[in-house]
């Protein structure tokens, strides 16, 4: 039995849902904790191609229950959506669950998400436009509807009643947008709550249950470390906590029940939205990368900014989630590369910085220092063994392990489940070592 969170380490779509996928593979349950569908998890099977915003990436296994969260926030119109997709493709959602104090994504959210950000101008965050952040917005102030609000018709009437009153108000005086017809919104999620009331319980119940009969849960993050509300490069962050630690709060489980955090690091960086990036190419490799990753948003389609790796951010999120160890993903995409920088520290007006600092003006001012390493100019995506791969991959790969002080527990080279190197076994085989600044374990 091992309860495992597997979180992003850097700003999103690092290969989360390929790698929770490969893990639900022994996994009994599989848990969204937070974010909502903003979150675009990409899972390729023999060829086909799942991709999920709300749905746990253990859903592809007929018998791994999937809870999505009270740490979530549900578009219920995309939730459905997303069923009834799996269900055109004969993907079975009968052991999906939803939490039932998760909050509800309403129109107004994307409608206030959108226009705040034209308001934003220069300062925009540049956000998915899903209603994410005004959703997480209202659970703060006390006037969010949750799922349990949504299976009360008379309750959701006259919480619905008012709040899109106050709502209109925002909508017409701030952002001189038309009023939201109350009734006509109303009846619409009425709908969505007949269609979702089978999969709503008390989900915290459920994963207790699961941890007291010892079976395997399996912590899916959405977004990444920097993206986080607390830890990442604030404000260009979502609302939520990705970090492990919101695994907790976004699941209803202690953290004694917690055994292993795996990382997932792009094997180079990406980034959509705005906000600070050191390492991001602008040029000819920076489009490279973008070709060979296929790098657009899962969920928007926006390109995405793409960059050297980052092994100053690397440590920060070994150091913030307590990594016990990582997964390398889309090493395949560095193939063709002659040379390849690693960002190893920051130079801050001429001083040389270690640690990713938690001013955002300051990071603005981080210029990278690179190690150059050789490329290594041959196809890798056909290696299913260290021994396989070219030396200067191997090279590359510990270089990164040493700069992040982290085991590498799996290597990907491709978007199938079979592309992958299993180097150790990322559940029960060996975890970082803490070791005391004089050098001995902890
Ligand atoms: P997530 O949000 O972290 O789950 O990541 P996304 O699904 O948004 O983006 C990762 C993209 O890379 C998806 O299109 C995956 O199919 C793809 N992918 C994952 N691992 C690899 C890999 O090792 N090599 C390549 N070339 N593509 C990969
Ligand atoms: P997955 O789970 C990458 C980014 C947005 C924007 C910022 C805030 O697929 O890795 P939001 O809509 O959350 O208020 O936008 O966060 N962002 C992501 N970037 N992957 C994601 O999810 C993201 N979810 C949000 O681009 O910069
Ligand atoms: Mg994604």
Redesign the pocket.
């Known amino acids: 039995m091992a309860n495992v969170i597997v979180i992003?380490a850097q700003w999103?779509?690092?290969?989360?849902?390929?790698i929770t996928d490969l893990l639900s593979r022994s996994a009994d349950v599989v848990v969204r904790y937070q974010g909502g569908v903003n979150?675009?998890?990409?899972i390729?099977v023999q060829g086909q191609?799942f991709k999920l915003h709300l749905i746990p990436s253990g859903i592809l296994y007929p018998k791994t229950e999937c809870i999505i969260g009270c740490g979530t926030v549900i578009d219920p119109q995309v939730l459905i959506k997303e069923l009834d997709q799996l269900e055109k493709l004969n993907i079975s959602t009968a052991n999906l669950l939803i939490s039932q104090t998760a909050h509800v994504t309403m129109p107004y959210h994307r409608m206030i998400d959108k226009a705040s950000e034209e308001v934003r101008g220069n300062h925009k965050i540049g956000t998915t436009g899903r209603g994410i952040g005004p959703t997480y917005a209202d659970k703060s102030e006390r006037t969010g509807i949750r799922m349990l609000d949504l299976m009360d018709a008379d309750g959701l009437r006259e919480q619905l009643e008012w709040t899109i009153n106050y709502k209109n108000t925002i909508l017409e005086k701030l952002y001189n947008l038309p009023p939201l017809d109350p009734q006509v919104v109303i009846e619409e999620y009425l709908g969505y709550a007949e269609r979702l009331r089978p999969f709503v319980v008390d989900t915290s119940l459920q994963i207790y249950d699961a941890v007291l009969r010892r079976r395997n849960i399996l912590f899916e993050g959405?977004q990444g470390t920097l993206l986080d509300l607390d830890h990442g490069t604030y404000p260009y962050v979502t609302s939520s906590n990705p970090v492990a630690g919101g695994a907790c709060v976004g699941s209803g489980l202690g953290p004694t029940m917690i055994d292993r955090v795996i990382g997932?690091s792009k094997a180079y960086t990406t980034r959509v939205g705005e906000g600070p990036f050191p390492t991001e190419l602008h040029g000819e490799i920076g489009d490279l990368l973008g070709d060979?990753?296929?790098e657009f948003?899962?969920t928007t389609g926006r390109k995405r900014r793409c960059g050297w790796f980052d092994a100053v951010i690397g440590r920060y999120a070994v150091r913030i989630n307590g990594m016990d160890c990582i997964a390398i993903?889309?090493?395949?995409?560095l193939d063709e590369l002659e040379e390849i920088n690693v960002c190893v520290a920051y130079e801050i007006d001429g001083e040389r910085c270690e640690h990713f600092p938690t001013s955002a003006r300051m990071f603005a001012r981080c210029r990278p220092i690179y190690k150059t390493l050789p490329g290594w100019q041959m196809s890798t995506s056909h290696c299913r063994t260290l021994e396989e791969l070219p030396p200067q991959a191997l090279d590359y790969l510990r270089f990164l392990a040493e700069l992040m002080d982290v085991p590498i527990a799996i290597v990907?080279?491709?978007?199938s489940r079979d592309?992958t190197i299993i180097v150790e076994d990322p559940i029960h085989g060996p975890k970082r070592a803490l070791l005391h600044p004089n050098g001995t374990p902890v």
């Open positions: 992003g999103g779509d690092e290969g989360k849902g390929k979150a675009g998890h990409t390729v191609t959405a997932v060979r990753g296929a948003g899962t993903t889309k090493l395949d995409v990907s080279l491709g978007a592309q």
